[in-house]
């Protein structure tokens, strides 16, 4: 028997296993698929990790010790494309941003609309009012393959892990981190707590021969400022520039919802396109993603034991701003479960509720 069995090799499953066999337990790390497959909340192509949060520094100060693990375990999957956000004058989050950025020591560089225009000619801000924090340091993650490796590294350590669905419970200790799957697993405890939703995500080429759109002339950027909530990646890799709306969309079940991107969705992000960046007003859509997010009512993560089983813990409502958190969750959720410690209550089951009211972004 083991220690400790993980049931979900995502981003949170991949670390939490990973720091429990570092700690010395013995770890079965189980997965129904395979670490970052089609249908998780962790695959996909890209996911910036950046250090902004608002007021929010606990999530600052876990992106901060999350990216030197990031860097130390996956360094060629790691790119640092810098990350940029538009933020207004006299905005709450932006102001927030930039003190809690400033207090937690994090480098930034703060850039006027005039200074915007120069450095990146390629994006149309039609806004006098908007201004630049760039986190230079910060970047995005090739996700599919940053959890596998991973998991690698982590039977590397001893970690025993397997595909398929467990019968009978094989360790003292249970971690559900099934991302999605959370709600469909424990529906009387999550079904109305955890909320997977449909989210579509757009790959355009830029110009034949056109760098601009590419690191290091373009960065990672956010825009929370927008209604429509967009956010984008250069093209990396050579797989496009990425462009996705950070907002819930319509409720998705993971094992049966349609992953085919719809007009609509398609048309919106063009009318973006030559609205901020012009130049891939016109450019092929090369790739499309329909994934989901699972977010709690909040957006705050879910790390607590079970109410009614104390061996079983439960971990996850990440979706949507938790997969560069994975290695400080990990850790997080690992000394918890091995000196017996209480999560914080901001993670606790107790304050997730069943009305979507989302302060965490």
């Not at 419970?169 to 991302?179: D, E, F, I, Q, S």
């Amino acid at each position: 028997m083991y220690d400790i069995a993980v049931i979900g090799a995502g981003v949170f499953g991949a670390w939490t296993a990973w720091h429990l066999r570092q700690a010395g337990a013995s770890v079965l790390l189980v997965d129904a698929w395979s670490p970052g497959h089609s249908r998780s909340s962790s695959g996909g192509e890209s996911r910036i990790i950046r250090m902004g949060y608002g007021a929010d520094e606990i999530y600052t100060r876990m992106a901060m010790r999350s990216l030197g693990m990031w860097q130390s375990l996956t360094p060629d999957l790691f790119h640092r494309t810098g990350v940029l956000w538009i933020a207004r004058e006299n905005d709450p989050y932006s102001v927030a941003t930039r003190a809690t950025l400033e207090r937690a020591g994090v480098e930034t560089e703060i850039l006027s609309a005039a200074n915007l225009a120069r450095r990146y000619p390629q994006m149309q801000l039609h806004d006098p009012e908007a201004f630049g924090i760039l986190e230079p340091e910060s970047g995005a993650l090739m996700a599919r393959r940053a959890v596998a490796a991973v998991v690698e590294d982590a039977v590397r350590l001893g970690v025993t892990f397997t595909v398929g669905q467990l019968s009978e419970a094989p360790a003292r200790v249970l971690v559900y981190a099934c991302g999605p799957w959370l709600p469909k697993l424990f529906p009387d405890l999550l079904g109305d707590r955890i909320f997977p939703t449909r989210q579509e995500v757009y790959f355009f080429a830029p110009p034949a021969g056109d760098r601009r759109f590419s690191p290091p002339a373009f960065p990672a950027w956010i825009d929370f400022n927008d209604p429509r909530g967009p956010y984008g990646f250069p093209d990396l890799e050579a797989r496009g520039f990425k462009l996705a709306f950070d907002r819930h969309g319509d409720p998705f079940d993971p094992d049966t919802g349609d992953r085919r991107p719809t007009p609509e969705g398609i048309a919106e992000a063009r009318r973006f396109l030559a609205e901020r960046f012009p130049a891939l007003s016109n450019s092929p859509l090369v790739e499309t993603r329909v994934c989901q997010y699972e977010n709690t009512s909040n957006g705050d993560f879910l790390i607590d034991r079970h109410p009614g089983f104390d061996h079983i813990w439960l971990v996850g409502g990440g979706s949507g701003h938790g997969f560069k958190h994975g290695p400080a969750v990990g850790e997080y959720v690992a000394a918890r479960i091995l000196q017996h410690r209480e999560p914080d209550p901001r993670f606790s089951l107790s304050t997730k509720l069943q009305t979507q009211s989302r302060t965490v972004y």
